[in-house]
């Protein structure tokens, strides 16, 4: 792909997702735009891991448009192609089915997954886990948070081997909450 239409691309992301994710918020005390999540989660990728791959900065950018808003993954293949949309498919859970068998889910098919997939999981996790360093989400118990940080170290560990930086800025929080 040319540089120019990788940068067209790109921001096609952002403003879609932008759109999207228009009316949610984070569950911090700030309640911060829900956009931010998805932008922090391919800057991690970019600013840390040095990923360039423009599928899986478009994946993540688009990781949770269809799992928390309308959009359907027809939709997505339409304006972004296959490719992408196959990666958000892998990292989006099936909110047709109960929480537990989501958690679930998400350790079972996390050693499988495409290193697209896997990328942007990683990703997403750190975000989420730094988002948790940092203040107790609305509606949380303390109890809560802390099954949050084991499960995802459950899921962490099936996708190892992917994006090194990312692993070991996941694994010194695990080992700050006494995991590892
Ligand atoms: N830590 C944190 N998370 C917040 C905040 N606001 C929204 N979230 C979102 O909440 C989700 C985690 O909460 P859960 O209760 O486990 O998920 P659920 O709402 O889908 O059941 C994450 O979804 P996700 O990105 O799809 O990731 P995943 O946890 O499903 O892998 C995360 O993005 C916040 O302020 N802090
Ligand atoms: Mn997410």
């Known amino acids: 792909m040319a540089q120019e239409d990788v940068l067209i691309n790109l921001i096609e992301c952002v403003d879609f997702a932008a759109i999207k994710h228009r009316n949610q918020r984070r569950k911090d005390s700030d309640s911060t735009p829900y956009i931010n999540h998805p932008i922090g989660v391919a800057r991690i990728l970019t600013h840390e891991a040095g ?29 972004f192609g296959k490719a992408v949309t196959n990666v958000v498919r892998e990292v989006t859970d099936d909110k047709s089915l109960p929480s537990e068998e989501r958690k679930r889910l998400q350790i079972v098919h996390a050693p499988t997954s495409s290193p697209e997939a896997k990328a942007v999981k990683l990703a997403d996790k750190l975000y989420n886990l730094r988002d948790l360093c940092k203040g107790t989400p609305r509606g ?10 084991k ?30």
Not at 54 to 72: F, M, P, R, S
Not at 140 to 149: A, I, P
């Open 151 to 180: 499960w995802s170290k459950k899921v962490v560990d099936g996708l190892r081997g992917t994006c090194p930086i990312i692993e070991s800025e996941l694994d010194k929080i695990f080992t700050a909450r006494g995991l590892i």
């Open 51 to 79: 990923i360039q791959d423009i599928v899986i900065l478009q994946a993540a950018l688009l990781h949770d448009t269809v799992e928390d808003t309308d959009t359907t993954f027809d939709e997505l293949e339409k304006k």
């Open 140 to 149: 949380w118990s303390s109890k809560r948070c802390e099954e949050y940080f």
